[in-house]
């Protein structure tokens, strides 16, 4: 019964369980650092709305927001030990015309804050990574990566909708979301409501606002050329 | 096992053995495809697109039901391309609509832009059954990597099954 090949087979065995038990006290010990993130501003600074193509070949004209908008937030309570990386995003959100149960959402801007234990694995230039490196001093965790200061920024991807109809779209809103991603154990998203030491993101929406009516100016312009 | 041709009985127990091994497996795998609600519950991370957060070779177990709240924008789901077989795990970035023909379009942390050119042609965005695991729910580093190393060298297949016969062959027991 003791042959090498079984001795081996047991202590795999017990490798796997010590490791499963040691990740599960790690992913557990999540729930006990308070997570406080805190909005201070969120607005828009510029609307807009244009005309364009979704890229050089398609034929089809739809209408595209622009947005700019202003964003104070402190996510530094989401740096813990167990933290690999946050991912934060900006999202345009607006009932749908006909049905008002139905939403839209689209992420207008969104950005990865690697901790400085994960800086080797993300997609950076030496040169940032090297700035990353510094700014992290030696640090394992680096909480004041968490404070994001964007002043009329403008958006990462095209905002549009299917229909390709976007002007004049009342009720939008801005909101702020984050994904917390652990170095071992569950994904965990911004809360509505407060669980335990996890506090929910209070003022994490803009007020609401609505996309103004393509520019006059454009239109005169295509009445002309149309003619 | 040369000694067990003399001896039908032991060769027919370690048949059955070999059996109950297999079935337990298969039975664990669709349990858990039940459990979770998806053809496919584990994947393997195969490529880098969704860097930093996760690897290729990353282990992630997946949940594919919308038990309070439906697929919404940020969710790390994994989808089918419509007709092809290979799971994608990106980001949720629009969703429009809600319900199961909500239009979504995804896209990986890693990549520049968002994923409509890796959709069938004509397809503009996911609906909900084109995704195969809503959200990722957990994560196991590295361990999927066996799987990848074995699909990309075939050598390797047969190394491991040669070991594993020599074994069943040397075994006493």
Redesign the interface.
């Known amino acids: 019964?003791y042959?090498s090949?079984v001795r081996l087979q047991n202590t795999f065995g017990f490798f796997t369980t010590v490791a499963f038990v040691v990740?599960l006290l790690i992913?557990a010990s999540d729930f006990l650092s308070p997570r406080t993130p805190t909005v201070n501003v969120l607005k828009t600074t510029q609307l807009q709305t244009v005309k364009g193509r979704?890229d050089y070949y398609s034929s089809k004209k739809e209408e595209y927001a622009i947005i700019k908008f202003t964003l104070d937030a402190d996510l530094s309570s989401l740096f813990t030990w167990n933290t690999?990386?946050v991912?934060a995003?900006v999202?345009a959100e607006w009932p749908?015309a006909q049905n008002n149960?139905?939403?839209?959402?689209?992420?207008i801007w969104?950005t990865?804050i690697?901790a400085p234990s994960?800086d080797h694995?993300?997609?950076f230039s030496p040169s940032k990574l090297k700035r990353l490196r510094k700014s992290a001093n030696g640090k394992g965790i680096d909480p004041s990566r968490g404070k994001l200061q964007l002043k009329n920024q403008r958006l990462k991807?095209p905002l549009t909708?299917?229909t390709g109809r976007l002007a004049n779209t009342e009720d939008v809103q801005l909101k702020l979301?984050y994904?917390v991603?652990p170095?071992?154990?569950?994904?965990s998203?911004n809360q509505v409501q407060d669980w335990g030491k996890w506090k929910a993101l209070k003022n994490g929406l803009s007020k609401k606002f609505t996309l103004p009516a393509i520019k006059v100016k454009e239109q005169a312009k295509k009445k002309t050329t149309r003619a | 096992m040369l000694s067990a041709l003399g001896n039908p009985r032991q060769a027919a127990a370690q048949l059955m053995n070999f059996g109950l091994i297999l079935s337990t497996a298969f039975m664990m795998w669709k349990g858990l495809s039940v459990i979770s609600d998806s053809p496919s519950p584990i994947v393997v991370v195969l490529s880098?697109s969704m860097?930093?957060?996760f690897?290729r070779g990353d282990l992630l177990l997946l949940w594919n039901r919308n038990l309070f709240t439906e697929t919404?924008?940020?969710?790390?789901v994994v989808y089918n391309v419509r007709d092809k077989d290979i799971p994608i795990v990106h980001?949720v970035?629009?969703?429009?609509?809600?319900?199961p023909t909500?239009?979504l379009?995804t896209?990986g942390?890693?990549n520049d832009s968002?994923d409509?050119k890796l959709y069938a042609p004509g397809q503009?965005?996911l609906v909900r059954e084109d995704i195969i695991g809503r959200?990722?729910?957990?994560y196991?580093?590295f361990i999927g990597y066996v799987t990848i190393m074995l699909s990309e060298h075939p050598w390797m297949k047969t190394v491991m099954l040669g070991i594993m016969g020599l074994?069943v062959v040397l075994?006493?027991?």
């Open positions: 019964m042959s090949l990740a992913s979704a690999k990386q991912f995003y999202t749908s149960n139905a939403t839209n959402q689209a992420v969104d990865i690697t994960s694995l993300g997609n991807y909708h299917p979301h994904n991603q170095w071992v154990g569950f994904l998203w | 880098g860097e930093p957060a690897q919404s924008v940020g969710e790390v980001r970035i629009s969703k429009f609509g809600t319900g909500a239009k379009l896209k942390d890693n968002d409509t503009n965005y959200s990722v729910v957990g196991m580093p074994v075994q006493r027991e």
